[in-house]
């Protein structure tokens, strides 16, 4: 397949950035198989005594670099106007039973396509340091960045179910083999409530296939298919508690405080930057754009979740002793507001969720990152023990801070025209919910605000254990992510030279997400008050 | 001239790495800034409409069908400059200068120089965006960046328990008001799809489907949003903590360039705050009325001049603010301007008083107005700066009202009170400090008390002179007139006597009481401030006793319930697990029996006839 990819490639002909270097009908098969392959072939590698354990890491680094310009490629090519699915690739697979293997993006797709390779490559980054068990290690990290970029691109629900548990396995491991103190504990909990989340995504794949006569389990079918009401209704239960344990919502949450603790922070990075968002991702899928209904139906349902989350997430890491459980806590907030805009159903509201799937993923990311990274460096993850610490790690303060407002969507960041088109876009519908989102973004504001001053701002702790700032290596994996942030932020249209319409080098992240996103949004317009009258 | 700041910014992050390279470049900036600014404003005398450009930020299509206002969103960048928006930009332009020359002398034992006047080019530049700014998303854009420059700069001061308490304050309000800013903005897009500020003004009333309720709301929300940052109390709190554990430059600008800011947009957002009804203009004009007179009042409880000088400078603010509303009320809008003149007299004026009592606090190594003294002779230049700051101040609201408030209305009894005690606050602290003596305390040597460098004791003067220029230019219609294009009669100079009358008795009544009484004077502040201060401690330890503390202790039992039943059920598996293995090596024959007779008894106890 990948020389099929490579064969079958050709220079790309529209006038568009990325034009003349190739083009190909296999990209999304590219950034899903090609990981999978270099993850086997590294098996392969003698590596006596971890002789060779910077090659690995190397090989790892690359393979997600060629995958970061494959993507970029794809992205720059993506035709923001057609409004189907692109760089579609379609085989029959299990005739029997209607599963084909089924690819394809649209904006939504490409815009968490083009999050999962920031946080792929990142994650390589910030995992340098392994040293125990190197190959292995990086074997289990492409291959989870391979099953989220599936599940990403699949457009088959079996499929979909497929790489949705397929990412738990490599995860575990990595969790189980490389994280903390705490770690038999995380793991288990991740599999737990990660595997009752599959579950629930095959219970609702299998009620729909067979209420739909189970013929075919493509998406354009299956999710196409017309429902009783109560069919409607308990796949969109079974979709919410999925999206749930994933993204995570309360109160199926019980895993991020274990995970972002005691995972490595390469693993804490994929999970919190786009294996997470691939809750919220399967709401809009499988949900939204599919089953308006059920849609309108569970909307309260989802909003009371959502604010639910963002209330309880600022409390708990308020109160929280320690660093990264308190970072945990905050990462939830983006994944509450993206939520939120599923829930509130205007088309603004919608496109400002899609946009937060991507920002919010790099929030949280940001935030765990640094959070890892700041309790690492100063030796001790109490905070009440870390104190003052700014005059002495400048780079993590910086870093610190962005992160934190990058959360709380300040204007430069990415996260601000999100949030601001699903404020905007929410009070008609859910107004109650708005304000109480509005009031979580308050407490989580107080929680950072405490958390800041504590750790960066306040008096020196002269009993803490030596401290030191953020390293070369380090500095990097944590600059793309705060990097991304702000470039999003300050173009989300693309830059532009001053007179001009057309994008330059970046043909602008909001401008590719909103490629399919008038046809997803159509059920919820909003009637034109003259028609009424 | 929006751009000129943000250059300055980048530059100093990128390649400045002294204290004094880093203060020369803010400085240019801001100068070049001002230029411009001054360019900008000549060519308006020239023309009767403002400038006027806009640039696209983000378009973003949703749909295809529906309301058309609703098929995209879009963010443009509108840059509007009229003569109100000149005339404002040079004031704050002016504050900003203003402060980094002082504090290029004065703030040398300030830690992080260059990240300081780095973070002063970030808050010009986002305040003059703020200014120019006719889209709200983008008005709110900027109005964000420069308040989180804003917070960078009150929490300057790294390593200081004090200044990390007052930090966490700074962040947390004015959050809080710029949500509810964005809020209120997000009503109203989500009820018209409109957010230019002047294509929304005209279809405030005749979009269909609009409901009072949530005009009232957006009016509310709006009001709230933006007089938070212009200081009125009680939303003032993030001043007053502040004022003290921030470095001065930090709390002279956030006063001054925020109250210009603020007032500036509350002035443009009036059409919008007025369109529910006439009593929603009357609550808000209470509440600034209110606001105008509980400030002043609550600086005479206590002794901390910086302190007592917010609160004054937060007097004249909501004497602005409810000067702008009440034009609305009034239907008699063309005054609404008067607001706007009263506080931006007052903006240089505060900036130069919180300068000038930061620097005589700093001297006298107090923050006790009971144990400061001598000023006149050993502070004579700084002392004179604050006396004529105080005085700007007092003055400044009295111009203004005189154009726009009938004396004997219950409003302009109202303001007169308002008046008086924003003169005796204002007069107090300089008088306490220039007059009395000076003791000796413990670790402190009066005749070690001197002026700072001879360069910086004229900038508060600059700023003063600036203040009273535009005070006294308030005096005049031509002036109002040439703010809003608008045609002003002139005021009978007894209303203007009345007026600057309410302001001179406070003056008087603080002279005579500090001079035959200082003592005295300032025990009966200190025993209203330990009142004052034991009731706000009481009520805040009620508050995180009773509602912040369980809510917050229910939120961590939760997680821990949460926690320990997924453990539990962690367990409950594992043993079943166990059962199910025992169950499976078990002789199958015997178990069944078993089991069926522990059922077949237990069937037969619960049938009727037996226990039933």
């Excluded at chain 1, 072939?41 to 354990?53: E, K």
């Excluded at chain 1, 990290?141 to 738990?168: E, K, P, R, S, Y």
């Excluded at chain 1, 030796?379 to 407002?405: C, D, E, H, K, N």
């Excluded at chain 2, 992080?112 to 006047?117: D, E, I, S, T």
Aim: glycine share 10%; charged share 10%; proline share 6%.
């Amino acid at each position: 397949m990948i020389l099929a990819g490579i064969a079958l490639a050709s220079p790309t002909p529209a006038a568009v950035p990325g034009a003349g270097i190739f083009t190909s009908p296999l990209i999304l098969s590219l950034s899903i198989w090609v990981p999978v392959a270099v993850a086997i072939g590294m098996n392969f590698i003698p590596n006596p005594r971890g002789r060779y354990d910077t090659l690995m890491k190397q090989i790892a680094f690359f393979t997600n670099l060629g995958i970061v310009f494959i993507l970029f490629i794809a992205y720059n090519q993506f035709q923001t106007f057609l409004p189907g699915m692109q760089f579609e690739e379609k085989l029959p697979w299990l005739p029997s039973i209607g599963a084909t293997y089924h690819l394809g993006v649209d904006g939504a797709g490409m815009t968490m396509m083009v999050l999962s390779g920031i946080i792929g490559i990142t994650a390589v980054l910030a995992s340098w340091g392994v040293r125990e068990r190197v190959r292995s290690y990086f074997c289990l990290l492409l291959l989870t960045q391979a099953a989220v970029n599936g599940a990403i691109a699949a457009h088959d629900m079996f499929v979909l179910v497929l790489f949705w548990g397929a990412a738990i396995i490599p995860a575990a491991l990595l969790t189980l083999g490389w994280g903390g103190p705490r770690r038999e504990a995380a793991t288990w909990r991740l599999v737990a409530y990660w595997g009752l989340g599959t579950a629930a995504l095959l219970i609702a794949t299998m009620t729909a296939y067979a209420a739909s006569g189970g013929g075919s389990f493509d998406m354009d079918v299956l999710l196409k298919a017309t429902l009783t009401p109560r069919v409607q209704l308990a796949v969109g239960v079974a979709l919410i508690i999925a999206a749930a344990t994933r993204l995570p919502l309360f109160p199926l949450h019980g895993w991020v405080r274990d995970v972002y603790s005691d995972a490595p922070l390469g693993v804490s990075v994929v999970i919190a930057g786009s294996a997470s968002r691939l809750g919220a991702f399967l709401l809009l899928r499988a949900l939204v754009a599919s089953n308006a209904d059920a849609s309108r139906l569970l909307a309260p349902l989802i909003a009371i979740l959502a604010a639910l989350t963002i209330g309880y997430a600022a409390l708990v890491a308020l109160r929280s002793v320690d660093l990264r459980s308190a970072a945990a806590h905050l990462a939830m907030v983006p994944g509450a507001i993206t939520a939120f805009g599923f829930a509130a159903l205007t088309p603004l509201s919608i496109a400002g969720s899609v946009l937060s799937l991507f920002t919010g993923g790099l929030a949280a990311a940001l935030i765990v990152a640094t959070a890892w990274t700041l309790s690492d460096r100063a030796q001790t993850r109490s905070l009440q023990l870390l104190s003052g610490l700014a005059p002495r790690m400048p780079i993590l303060t910086w870093v610190f801070v962005i992160a934190a407002l990058g959360l709380l969507g300040v204007p430069l960041m990415a996260s601000f025209p999100a949030e601001t088109m699903i404020l905007f876009g929410s009070f008609k519908t859910q107004p109650v919910g708005a304000f109480a989102i509005v009031a979580g973004l308050v407490l989580t504001a107080v929680a950072l605000a405490v958390l800041v001053h504590r750790v960066l701002f306040g008096e020196p702790n002269h009993d803490a254990p030596a401290v030191s700032d953020a390293s070369l290596g380090e500095t990097w994996y944590l600059g793309v992510m705060a990097g991304a942030l702000l470039w999003v932020g300050l173009f989300p249209g693309g830059p532009k030279l001053p007179g001009t319409e057309q994008p330059i080098f970046d043909p602008g992240l909001v401008n590719v997400m909103s490629a399919g996103l008038s046809d997803i949004a159509s059920p919820y317009v909003p009637p034109n008050p003259a028609a009424t009258q | 001239m929006v751009l000129v700041p943000l250059l300055a910014f980048v530059l100093a992050a990128t390649s400045v790495r002294t204290r004094r390279s880093a203060a020369n470049m803010a400085m240019l900036g801001a100068l070049v800034t001002f230029a411009l600014s001054l360019l900008v404003a000549w060519g308006l005398t020239r023309r009767s409409t403002p400038f006027q450009t806009t640039y696209p930020y983000l378009n973003v299509p949703v749909a295809f069908t529906g309301p058309v206002n609703f098929q995209g969103f879009g963010i443009d960048i509108i840059l509007r400059v009229d003569r109100l928006t000149s005339v404002a930009l040079l004031v704050l332009e002016i504050c900003v200068i203003g402060g980094i020359a002082w504090h290029r002398l004065m703030g040398r034992s300030e830690p992080g120089g260059a990240r300081f006047y780095a973070l002063v080019s970030v808050l010009l530049f986002g305040a003059v965006a703020t200014l120019v700014s006719y889209d709200l998303a983008e008005l709110f854009a900027f109005w964000g960046l420069a308040g989180g420059a804003t917070y960078l700069l009150l929490s300057h001061r790294w390593g200081s328990v004090e200044s990390s308490l007052g930090g966490r304050i700074a962040l947390v309000l004015p959050f809080a008001f710029d949500l509810s800013l964005l809020t209120g903005i997000a009503v109203l897009y989500s009820h018209y799809g409109v957010q230019n500020i002047a294509n929304l003004v005209p279809i405030l009333h005749s979009t269909p489907g609009v409901g009072v309720k949530s005009m009232v709301a957006a009016s509310i929300l709006l009001f709230v949003g933006v007089t938070g940052r212009l200081g009125l109390w009680p939303l003032s709190l993030w001043l007053t903590r502040t004022a003290t554990t921030a470095p001065p430059v930090a709390s002279a600008l956030a006063q001054s360039v925020w109250s210009v800011v603020a007032i500036v947009i509350l002035y443009r957002l009036m059409p919008i705050i007025a369109a529910p009804n006439v009593a929603t203009l009357r609550d808000l004009v209470y509440a600034s009325g209110v606001a105008a007179i509980a400030a002043p009042l609550l600086a005479l409880f206590g002794n901390e001049p910086r302190r007592a000088m917010v609160l004054a400078g937060s007097g004249v603010a909501a004497i602005g603010a409810a000067l702008v509303v009440h034009a609305y009320e009034a239907s008699s809008t063309s005054f609404a301007v008067v607001g706007v003149a009263c506080v931006l007299a007052a903006a240089p004026a505060r900036a130069a008083a919180t300068l000038a009592v930061s620097a005589i606090a700093a001297a006298m190594r107090t923050d006790d107005l009971a144990e400061m003294g001598d000023g006149r002779r050993r502070m004579p230049t700084t002392t004179a700066a604050l006396l004529l700051s105080g005085l700007v101040i007092t003055l400044s609201a009295a111009g203004a009202i005189s154009l726009a408030v009938a004396s004997g209305s219950r409003f302009g009894f109202a303001l007169g009170e308002a008046v008086l005690l924003v003169s005796i606050t204002a007069m107090r602290v300089p008088l306490a400090i220039a007059i009395g003596p000076l003791r000796r305390r413990r670790a402190f040597e009066p005749d070690r008390v001197r002026e700072g460098p001879n360069a910086a004791l004229g900038w508060p003067f600059w700023l003063v002179v600036a203040g009273a220029a535009l005070a006294i230019a308030s005096f005049f219609p031509a002036w109002i007139g040439f703010l809003d294009g608008q045609k002003h009669n002139a005021v009978p100079a007894n209303g203007v006597a009345l007026w600057v009358g309410a302001a001179l008795v406070g003056v008087v009544v603080t002279v005579l009481t500090y001079g035959t009484n200082k003592d005295g004077a300032l025990r009966l502040s200190a025993w209203l401030g330990i009142g004052l201060g034991r009731l706000l401690d009481g009520g805040a330890a009620a508050f995180s006793r009773f509602i912040a503390e369980p809510i917050a202790a229910i939120a961590e039992h939760i997680s821990d319930w949460i926690q320990q039943g997924d453990g539990e059920l962690a367990r409950a598996a594992a043993a079943s697990g166990r059962l199910a293995l025992a169950a499976a090596r078990a002789p199958a024959v015997p178990l069944i029996v078993v089991l069926a007779a522990a059922l077949a008894v237990a069937v037969g106890l619960l049938s009727p006839g037996v226990f039933r």
